[in-house]
């Protein structure tokens, strides 16, 4: 008998194909895409539209950590949590959400954390530092990430320009350990995945 899908599964089945060609997304490592939970899906940030391009681009549900105050909103709420976000004080280290995050890799969902912490729309990724928190969450977590760059001219969202979403092989947790413990630790560990996601971007002209 075939698995009876959830509220998240018939709008991506409805709606992927036509968000990549409404905004013209290009998708490119699509051989890399796991087919099953449990990956944290690790990105630079751009722009309000990026959680957007990966989940329509991926092929398993992507689950984003979204500022509290978005929860405060009932109608909104509702349709976020069914989305599988999940609520985040911006304003402060989160362990609730870190905790979150770490439960959601280990049972089996996949997850997605932009690296930078902050939107650089118009900047150069070179240009910018990741924070260690995905670091932190994937290796807690002991999961794999799957480094994303999404790319465009400028950096910039604009009508009619073409978006590419790049997704590099699967990075293992044992790829990430350093000699170094604690916060040091996890932020060589967040150098090494930003690395990757820079790396990825070089290989895509725009």
Partial sequence: MAKKKNFYEKAHALLARAVL?????????????????????????????????????????????????????????????????????????????????????????????FIQGHRYAGVDLRETKPKHGAALIAMRADAPVIPVCIKMKKNRYALFRPIYVIFGEPIMPAALATDAAGSSGFAQAAQMIFAEICRLGDTCDV
Avoid at 23 to 45: D, K, M, Q
Avoid at 86 to 100: H, L, N, S
């Fill in 21 to 113: 060609r409404l905004f013209r997304i290009r998708v490119i490592g699509r051989e890399n895409l796991p087919t099953e939970g449990g990956y944290l899906y690790c990105a630079n940030h751009l722009g309000l539209l990026d959680p957007v391009m990966i989940a329509a681009s991926a092929i398993t549900q992507v689950h984003y950590m979204a500022k509290k105050e978005l929860f405060r909103i009932p109608l909104l709420a509702s349709l976020i949590r069914t989305l599988g976000a999940y609520p985040v004080d911006r304003g402060t280290g989160d362990v609730g959400a870190v905790r979150r995050s770490i439960e959601l890799l280990k049972d089996k969902k996949s997850i997605g954390i």
